[in-house]
């Protein structure tokens, strides 16, 4: 599960690029779906459960992403995917959960999980054609799929 065509790289959220993930901004259509960087930014600090990463590609903030374990099932959770509206349609969102995933698999087995709005159908087929199966489980008002890997 590699993408070979992007050099699209995760990087921690720290002092040098905050600034530029807080200024990434999604289409004006997918603001309905996702919460502002500065939101995520904000709960992956004083939440302490979420990691945020930065999405890179060529040396330029184009997205943000974080991650979570849940203590529960073991899984790990993918949350907060933004892509820069200037950035769009240029398959960096694939790139970037395909990185997520490489960078996370490790062992036997890996669970993966996310949730989507059920009207955010860019999202659902993304998720769906990366191997993402919706299980009936919901978050909140979101549905939960989840992507098991064996290696």
């Known amino acids: 599960m590699t993408d070979t065509n992007l050099n699209v790289q995760l990087v921690p959220v720290d002092a040098a690029n905050w600034r530029d993930v ?7 259509k997918q603001e309905a779906f996702v919460a502002s960087t500065t939101y995520y930014l904000c709960l992956a600090h004083y939440d302490a459960v979420w990691n945020p990463l930065a999405i890179v590609r060529d040396g330029s903030v184009v997205g943000h992403l974080m991650w979570a374990v849940d ?17 769009q349609n240029q398959g960096i ?19 993966f999980a996310l949730s989507y709005a059920p009207d955010n159908t860019v999202a659902r087929h993304l ?9 009936g489980e919901m978050a909140e008002d979101e549905i ?3 992507l098991r890997t064996v290696q």
């Open 22 to 28: 807080a200024a990434v901004k999604p289409l004006p």
């Open 71 to 87: 203590q529960g099932d073991d899984s790990t959770w993918l949350g907060g995917v933004v892509i820069d509206s200037a950035a």
């Open 93 to 111: 969102g694939r790139a970037a959960v395909l990185s997520f995933i490489n960078r996370f698999s490790s062992g036997d087995q890996v669970n």
């Open 127 to 135: 998720y769906s054609d990366l191997g993402f199966i919706a299980t």
């Open 144 to 146: 939960v799929a989840r």
